[in-house]
């Protein structure tokens, strides 16, 4: 594969995943469980676009036909999209949600650490941003799952089913394509296993003090890298690309 | 009109100090640490800017205001360049600025190296009052940059600008 393929490909993951994500915790905006949390789910959201907009933006540099960030999040159907399975599953409620942003933010802060030593310079500025973001919510995240985790029996159950449930997109985040390979190679993206290593490490951490034990071998949902998804992302950008695609050009 | 200023970045730097952070107006954008750098040629001026947080909804209404401002001063044509790198940090504030967000009821940022941002939340003065006996109601505020918390001595809210 081409490098600007594979660089191209790279960055529609991360640019997707923000926006996925970020559509996802935006949903929470007016419903969270209390006020304080309906602002910081609405907070996360905004990070997660800003996020997706700076790497979509650079993701439409790599395009023969230059394509805005807009461009790309608006007028790409379901099979164009590389974000993680489990950033488009359902909010769910809240436990779900927290579940989703935990195992999420952990990698991300992992990640985007590994990226601020990118070779690529843009990347690195933008991961030098996201890495502060990221770490942010990954101890919003974990505060919360050692909350419900030793609250009542409830939260306790709640939590700890979401977590086990999600644990099957977890693997995904760590594959690793062809194209990935060779921006290793050229000190561009970072080695996954590594990364692997350490969540399992740090997302443990969070499960011991929230009184669970970590999820065993189970099987793993997968094909997002190949722009295969679940039935709700479908459903997710019917509503999301709505008003571009019916008043095409739409602008404010 | 063509102004003094037109022909020197400094006096224009100096210009664009009286722009107010549009979230937070009792510092400027310069004092953010938002204005980056001022280039002239001939009648165009180009300003470069970066975001506290790459989302920061602010970008756009900061850039209407220095174009306006600067019109308004004689150049014909102005730049707004928005970069990334030096990604923004919360270290670049003066210890003035620092008093002015004090003032205005929001506490700064509680350390400058910003790695030690986890244990950060445990002595935050009041603004108000002054007592460091004060904890948390939210990591998340009204805006990206701040946090909410609350003082066990004068009972009040307050607003908590993030180490970042
Ligand atoms: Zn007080």
Partial sequence: MEKNEALKKFLLRLGDNALIQGHRLSEWCSRGPMLEEDIALSNLALDNIGRAQAFLDYAGHFYSNPQSADDLAFKRSERQYYNFL?????????GYTIAKQLYISAYEELLFEALTQSTDDTIAAIAHKAVKEARYHF?????????????????????GSAMSDLWAYTQEFFEMTDGDLQLLQLGIAPDQNQIKKVWTDKVNKVFMRAGYVMPGECHQYSGSQQGVHTEYLGHLLCEMQYLQRSHPQAAW | MVSI?????????????????????????????ILRDVQINEKTCT??????????????????????LLKSHGFTK?????????AWTTDWMSESTRQKLRSFGIAPPAHKACDQWTTELTRINCPRCGSNNTSVI???????????????????PFDYFKCH
């Fill in chain 1, 86 to 94: 489990m950033a488009e599953l359902p909010v769910g409620h809240f």
């Fill in chain 1, 139 to 159: 101890s919003h995240a974990a505060d919360w799952c050692v909350r419900l985790g030793l609250g009542t029996a409830e939260s306790h159950d709640k939590l």
């Fill in chain 2, 5 to 33: 200023v037109a022909s020197n970045p400094k006096a224009v730097m100096e210009l664009l100090d009286q722009i107010p952070d549009p979230e937070i107006p009792v510092v400027s954008i310069r004092e953010m640490g």
């Fill in chain 2, 47 to 68: 300003v470069t800017i970066t975001p506290t947080y790459t989302a920061c909804p602010a970008m756009g209404a900061i850039a209407d205001d220095i174009k306006a």
């Fill in chain 2, 78 to 86: 102005v730049v707004v360049n928005t970069v990334l790198s030096p």
């Fill in chain 2, 138 to 156: 939210s990591k998340f505020g009204s805006t990206a940059c701040k946090s909410l918390m609350r003082c066990e001595e004068c009972k009040e």
